[in-house]
């Protein structure tokens, strides 16, 4: 298939984009700027250059990728947030909608507010407690109205090789600081960019088309994912200590419990996620190599 992704040179479509070519596709990476490594530059704010853009590369698929994901700006630029995660998305749907192109948009845990104990189905319904995750709500929106061929995939807790992220964050602390304070009352799904990415390109094979929840298996505090990180890497001067939510310096309400289920991928019999410690052993060894 030939794949048009927005937000390629991000964390995600860095990633995505080398398994879909790897896997056989032909990839079309855009980016909101020039990049070296992107064949086209879109920002998905201005809707003529979006729908132009699809006419010109006729792609079979559009992975929307690209998103105002720094979570902390989304809650003091609400606006901000709205207008790249809602509009934009909404600009980009409308465009798929027109010429008919499938679409997958990749969303987020924080559709919903947190305060369950078990974790969230595709069946449950979302409400957002921040403004980060109701602009994204806002987009699955846009998509759902707009594009009958549609994928809505959530994931949580994002890391890979290619953008900044909690475990790479910790591993950078651990090289300055012998303490570091980590909240450990939310909890939630570590998942990496390859494994969601792995999943992703198996989802494209069929023409099920819905809402789709993609983590890794097991469930943790951040403070336990900072634990497994350090223990990984190896690294044993760093002591840590467990806060609540409420000491961490952020203007944002977090979910307090976000673990997301592959209900859908379980009932369809075809839910294979590797365990989240799995996924962070091989970033750690991916990101060893890159030194
Ligand atoms: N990072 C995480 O922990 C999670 C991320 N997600 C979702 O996964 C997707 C990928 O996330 P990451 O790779 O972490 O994000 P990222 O921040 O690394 O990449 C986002 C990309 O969007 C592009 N972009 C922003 N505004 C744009 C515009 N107006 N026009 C065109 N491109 C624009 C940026 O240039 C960047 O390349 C996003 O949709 C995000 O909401 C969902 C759950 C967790």
Redesign the pocket.
Known sequence: MRILV??A?????TDLCCLLEQSGHEVIRS??REHAESDVT????DFSATRATLQQCKPDMLIH?????HVDGCERDPDRAFQ?NAL?TWHVAAACAEQDIPIVY????FVFDGRKTTPYTEFDPPNPINHYGAS?LAGEQAVQKLCRRHYIVR????FGVH?K?FPGTILELAQKRNELPVVVDQRGSPTS?LALSRALIKLLDTPLYGTYHIACKGECSWFEFAQKTLELAGISHVTLHPIPAEQWPSPTHRPAYSVLRRYVLELQGRDDLPAWQEALEEFIELLKAKK
């Open positions: 927005t937000g040179n991000g964390m995600l479509g980016s909101q879109l920002d998905i704010l990728t690209a998103a105002y994901t790249i934009g990749i969303s987020t845990d994204k994931t949580q807790w994002l953008g992220n960019t």
